[in-house]
């Protein structure tokens, strides 16, 4: 069957990489995670002390960064970040670097590179509307911000994982404004995008949503 290219967007915490990873291995297509880049650009930045509105600096880091993944796991400069890029202040720096124009630029144009072949699908903020806006399907999946937040709890708790709630929850609706209101290509659902709410609906259930709208493109 000829393989086609699959677009996910929706805020923090909706269970985007959780799905386009079930999809995937379904459908045996590659799933990139469009996040995980721009954590590696938060982790470098925090890491290295650079002064990121310092668009030297930022041009310099940026021409330094090499990130692949292997096996699930994301690597950056062949270091395995896979652990380190999920912290909170890594969601946190994320959200504010990848407000920059610079980074927006040079990661969405790997992200069209990479996906330039049939057989992907990618999640992220604006895949629908800027990555692949010709991607033959594409989905905004939603879910109240106490969902998601509650979902992230559960994850850090069953990992052993210190944490607030409401600590998590204020984050969610931090970033979920940041995300939105950026100037460059901003949260939102592209026009044609379908909209699933997970506010209610299992992982599996929302797998078959998923699985049932591709199906009708292939
Ligand atoms: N429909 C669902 N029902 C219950 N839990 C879910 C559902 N979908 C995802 N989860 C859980 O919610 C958490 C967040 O999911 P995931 O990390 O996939 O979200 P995301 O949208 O990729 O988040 P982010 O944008 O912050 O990277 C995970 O613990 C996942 O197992
Ligand atoms: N396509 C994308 C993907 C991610 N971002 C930004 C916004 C997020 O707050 C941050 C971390 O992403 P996550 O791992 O939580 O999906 O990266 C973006 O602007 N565009």
């Given at each position: 069957?000829?393989k086609?290219n699959i ?13 386009a990873d079930?999809v995937a291995d379904?459908l045996n297509y590659v799933h990139l995670d ?35 993944f292997q096996n699930d ?38 992200q069209?590179?990479i996906a330039k072949s049939k057989g992907y699908i990618l999640d ?95």
């Open positions: 069957m000829a086609i677009a996910i967007d929706g805020p923090s915490g909706v269970g985007k990489s959780t799905i079930i379904k469009t996040g995980a880049m721009y954590r590696c650009v938060a982790y470098y930045v925090l890491k290295n002390e650079i002064d990121y509105s310092n668009e030297e600096l930022l041009e310099k880091a940026l021409s330094d960064l090499k990130i692949s796991h994301v690597y950056l400069n062949g270091e395995d970040v896979t652990k380190e890029i999920r912290t909170n202040d890594i969601s946190m720096m994320a959200s504010k670097t990848s407000a920059v124009p610079m980074v927006r630029q040079k990661l969405v144009d790997l069209k590179e992220g903020r604006d895949i629908c509307t800027v990555v692949l806006p010709d991607a033959e399907v594409k989905i905004f999946m939603n879910a109240d911000a106490k969902a998601r937040a509650q979902r992230r709890y559960d994850e850090y708790i069953n990992k052993g994982i210190d944490a607030d709630y409401e600590t998590i929850y204020q984050d969610i609706i931090a970033r979920d404004y940041q995300d939105s209101h950026r100037k460059i290509s901003p949260l939102k659902k592209a026009d044609d995008a379908i909209e699933i709410d997970t506010s209610h609906l299992t992982i599996d259930e929302v797998v078959d949503a998923v699985l049932n709208i591709i199906n009708k493109e292939i």
